[in-house]
């Protein structure tokens, strides 16, 4: 069964750190595209990064400079590195494996509460 099970979540100050990850199973991780996402209550889940399966990553402008997302492929695991966290970071993350072969392979993870408060 494919499963994508995100942790790390949890309360920080402003300015502080966190690091996601996400662990996959049964599924080829190494052949997927890793997207993170997240949504804030009353507001449509956005887009947070993308690494791509050589590794190259892109990030939605209010995340850019502060968010670093990275793979283990060995270890069948990405990670979101959030430094400078403000309170409008604070979200449900959630992890996004995708591939598009003969059909669009498309997986989430449940998430996992981000927040930042003083």
């Known amino acids: 069964q494919v499963q994508l099970v995100e942790s790390g979540g949890g309360l920080v100050r402003p300015g502080g750190s966190l690091r996601l990850s996400c662990a996959a199973s049964a599924f080829t991780f190494s052949s997927y595209r890793m997207r993170w996402y997240r949504q804030a209550p009353g507001n449509q889940r956005e887009w947070v990064a993308t690494v791509t399966r050589d590794g190259s990553t892109t990030y939605a402008d209010p995340v850019k400079g502060r968010f670093t997302i990275s793979r283990d492929n060995a270890k069948k695991t990405a990670y979101l590195q959030m430094n400078s966290l403000t309170p409008e970071d604070t979200a449900v993350y959630y992890c996004?494996?995708?591939?598009?072969?003969?059909?669009?392979?498309?997986?989430w993870g449940q998430g996992t509460q981000v927040t930042v408060s003083s």
């Open positions: 996004n494996a995708f591939l598009l072969s003969n059909r669009a392979y498309d997986f």
